[in-house]
Antibody, heavy 121, light 109 residues
Framework: QVQLVQSGAEVKKPGASVKVSCKAS????????MHWVRQAPGQGLEWMGW????????NYAQKFQGWVTMTRDTSISTAYMELSRLRSDDTAVYYC??????????????WGQGTLVTVSS | SYELTQPPSVSVSPGQTARITCSGD??????AYWYQQKPGQAPVLVIY???ERPSGIPERFSGSSSGTTVTLTISGVQAEDEADYYC????????????FGGGTKLTVL
């Protein structure tokens, strides 16, 4: 069965970087784009971008361009999301989610369990 | 950047019908998707391609589309349907950027 297992909670100081991992199993890792979505406490879902695990190509939401880096290691079926120059309002649960492309858009069919990143001095 | 607009909250009594709308300029050109999220859990897809229901989702969940607005309808609402609901789509400008609506809190009175 498809599973996305994320790394554990992180506590970071403002200005630091964080790297969250997402290990995929139960399907061909390179066959589906991996997206990252975040959710601040009590707030809505925010799409951050995607990575094509096959080519390594990425597409980031405008808000995160220059600030987020998505990578992957196909040898261990793992995607990574690194966010730099953290601020307190980056405190959120970060999810990886498998994307199914449909005619210019698409949807998420499987989600990781979420990783809480807390930014605090 | 492209935005999808949802009402912040909808309230219904058990057994009634709940309707949650989502508006966006690109919705006539792009499919919309709906997710249900309960506290402490990851979202779950309840409608895809405007009106299709994934396997395992109860028949009381349905979706429709008209112009720049898509609607999630929950018929015969049950207490277990109380949750946050998000629409999701993409802009039509060729950026391949996906976007979520702000979310709607469904309260079952």
């Amino acid at each position: 069965q498809v599973q996305l297992v994320q790394s554990g909670a992180e506590v970071k100081k403002p200005g630091a970087s964080v790297k969250v991992s997402c290990k995929a199993s139960g399907y061909t890792f390179t066959g589906y784009y991996m997206h990252w979505v975040r959710q601040a406490p009590g707030q809505g879902l925010e799409w951050m971008g995607w990575i094509n695990p096959n080519s390594g190509g990425t597409n980031y939401a405008q808000k995160f361009q220059g600030w987020v880096t998505m990578t992957r290691d196909t040898s261990i079926s793992t995607a990574y999301m690194e966010l730099s120059r953290l601020r307190s309002d980056d405190t959120a649960v970060y999810y990886c989610a498998r994307g199914i492309a449909v005619a210019g858009t698409g949807y998420f069919d499987y989600w990781g369990q979420g990783t809480l990143v807390t930014v605090s001095s | 950047s492209y935005e999808l607009t949802q009402p912040p909250s909808v309230s219904v009594s058990p057994g009634q019908t709940a309707r949650i709308t989502c508006s966006g300029d690109a919705l006539p050109k792009q499919y919309a998707y709906w997710y249900q999220q309960k506290p402490g859990q990851a979202p779950v897809l309840v409608i895809y391609k405007d009106s299709e229901r994934p396997s395992g989702i109860p028949e009381r969940f349905s979706g429709s589309s008209s112009g720049t607005t898509v609607t999630l309808t929950i018929s015969g609402v049950q207490a277990e349907d109380e949750a946050d609901y998000y629409c999701q789509s993409a802009d039509s400008s060729g950026t391949s950027h996906w976007v979520f609506g702000g979310g709607t809190k469904l309260t079952v009175l």
